[in-house]
């Protein structure tokens, strides 16, 4: 099994609907995040958690809201789909012990339509 | 909030040939870290550096923390097709150690 799990791996919804976006670790780490990635702007941070109390707006959480359930689980939600939401969002999580970088998921390509 | 600048944004190298990739920022880090993403995959963590000056290696890939903490390098010598990828640059700055910021992304095409 995969260290991040992403689910699911490809959605297309419709303008308004809810979505959620779910993502789980076997890692083991308290933190954990969920980035968007659009052609040629890299990644934009959407929120991190450093442990499960703990919930952060990263540089573009507008439309986005998440939930951490566990230590190895933190879902993002968009509570009314627009079409410029349309993006490959992926889930990290990191161990500030070793202060090494990030395990990411394999991603998931929402289209919004 | 911070920015990173990674350049360039594409390469179009023949196999064999070395590759250059780096990134500036406009403020201090104190861990720069490269990754490469393939094809429907998420990034994968290449490098990574921890201190000013230091010169890391792995494999064909070398990368460098530049002496001012604002920038850092990323080479690969005699490029093969599997080199093909984007490439990210990614800095955590003295505060929050949790966060990174990354650069847009080096895409990089190489011809057999």
């Known amino acids: 099994d995969a260290d991040v799990t992403q689910t699911p791996r490809n959605r297309i919804t419709k303008t308004g609907k809810r979505i959620m976006l779910e993502c789980s670790q076997t890692?083991?780490?308290?933190?954990m995040y969920w980035y968007r990635q659009d052609p040629g702007l890299g990644l934009r941070l959407i929120y991190y958690?450093?442990?499960?109390?703990?919930?952060n707006k990263g540089e573009i959480s507008d439309g986005y809201s998440v939930s951490r359930q566990a230590q190895a689980k933190f879902s993002l939600s968009l509570e009314s789909a627009i079409p410029n939401q349309t993006a490959l969002y992926f889930c990290?999580?990191?161990?500030?012990?070793?202060?090494?970088?990030?395990?990411f998921g394999s991603g998931t390509r929402l289209t919004v339509v | 909030g911070q920015q990173l600048n990674q350049s360039p944004q594409s390469m179009f190298i023949q196999e064999g040939e070395d590759v250059s990739m780096n990134c500036t920022s406009s403020s201090i880090f104190n861990t720069w870290l490269w990754y490469k993403q393939e094809p429907g995959e998420g990034p994968v963590l290449l490098i990574a550096l921890y201190k000013a000056g230091e010169l890391t290696s792995n494999g064909r890939l070398t990368a460098q923390f530049g002496i001012t903490r604002k920038d850092s390098f990323l080479n690969i010598s005699a490029s093969i097709p599997s080199d093909v990828g984007i490439y990210f640059c990614a800095g955590r700055p003295n505060t929050n150690a949790g966060k990174s910021t990354f650069g847009d992304g080096t895409t990089l095409t190489v011809k057999p």
């Open positions: 890692k083991g780490h308290d933190r």
């Open positions: 958690s450093f442990d499960v109390k703990d919930i």
């Open positions: 990290a999580t990191s161990d500030p012990g070793t202060g090494s970088g990030y395990t």
